[in-house]
């Protein structure tokens, strides 16, 4: 048997054996957009790469100019405690003030921990402080409460980072959308 022919065979085989796994594909879309549709889907993707879009109520806030994303302080902080190491979640969340939110974490076994989230004043930055469990003082609280701290650090920082741009809706009227 010639070396091309045992080629075809192997091949032959992988093409009916080996590509019947996972789930058939989907059937394309042949949804068309009008002339009308793609210039306004266009300009709305162009506008959103701008630096300063020509229309000024959509604000790219991409990155926040201090690195805090107030808006997911709580996100970022039940992804910091949810690891395996400390296994907490955010039981409950107090918004004290524009600058200052609390939270209140409990882990499997309803161990108490509370981490207070503050915007600094006249500088960029937050503070946070940590007190953990029923009695704050011992060292394996102080430890864990710092371990804590530093992690809801790292973590508000990585959301802080997270690049946004604004959502935007289907208009009503067919053909336009509108940027929120």
């Given at each position: 048997m010639?070396?091309?022919?045992?080629?075809?065979?192997i091949?032959?085989?992988?093409?009916?054996?080996?590509?019947?796994?996972?789930?058939?594909?989907?059937?394309?879309?042949?949804?068309?957009f009008?002339?009308?549709?793609?210039?306004?889907?266009?300009g709305?993707?162009?506008?959103m790469?701008?630096?300063s879009?020509?229309?000024?109520?959509?604000?790219?806030?991409?990155?926040?100019?201090?690195?805090?994303?107030?808006?997911?302080?709580?996100d970022?902080?039940?992804?910091?405690?949810?690891?395996p190491?400390f296994e907490?979640?955010?039981?409950r969340?107090?918004?004290?003030?524009e600058t200052?939110?609390?939270f209140?974490?409990?882990?499997?076994?309803?161990?108490?921990?509370?981490?207070?989230v503050?915007?600094?004043e006249g500088?960029?930055?937050?503070?946070?402080?940590?007190?953990?469990?029923?009695?704050?003082?011992?060292p394996?609280?102080?430890?864990?409460?710092e371990?804590?701290?530093?992690?809801v650090?790292?973590?508000?920082?990585?959301?802080?980072?997270?690049r946004?741009?604004p959502?935007?809706?289907?208009?009503?009227?067919?053909?336009?959308?509108?940027?929120?």
């Amino acid at each position: 048997m010639g070396h091309l022919t045992r080629f075809f065979l192997i091949s032959s085989g992988l093409a009916v054996f080996g590509c019947s796994s996972g789930p058939p594909t989907a059937p394309p879309v042949d949804y068309v957009f009008t002339g009308s549709q793609a210039r306004q889907s266009k300009g709305v993707l162009r506008s959103m790469a701008l630096e300063s879009p020509k229309n000024p109520d959509i604000t790219l806030d991409l990155v926040p100019a201090d690195g805090v994303r107030w808006e997911t302080l709580e996100d970022a902080v039940d992804f910091a405690v949810g690891v395996p190491e400390f296994e907490m979640a955010v039981n409950r969340r107090v918004d004290v003030s524009e600058t200052e939110q609390v939270f209140y974490l409990v882990d499997s076994h309803m161990w108490p921990a509370r981490v207070t989230v503050m915007r600094l004043e006249g500088s960029k930055g937050i503070e946070v402080e940590v007190v953990m469990g029923p009695d704050p003082s011992t060292p394996g609280n102080l430890r864990k409460a710092e371990a804590i701290r530093k992690r809801v650090l790292a973590a508000i920082d990585q959301y802080g980072r997270i690049r946004r741009v604004p959502a935007y809706r289907i208009s009503s009227r067919p053909g336009e959308v509108d940027a929120n």
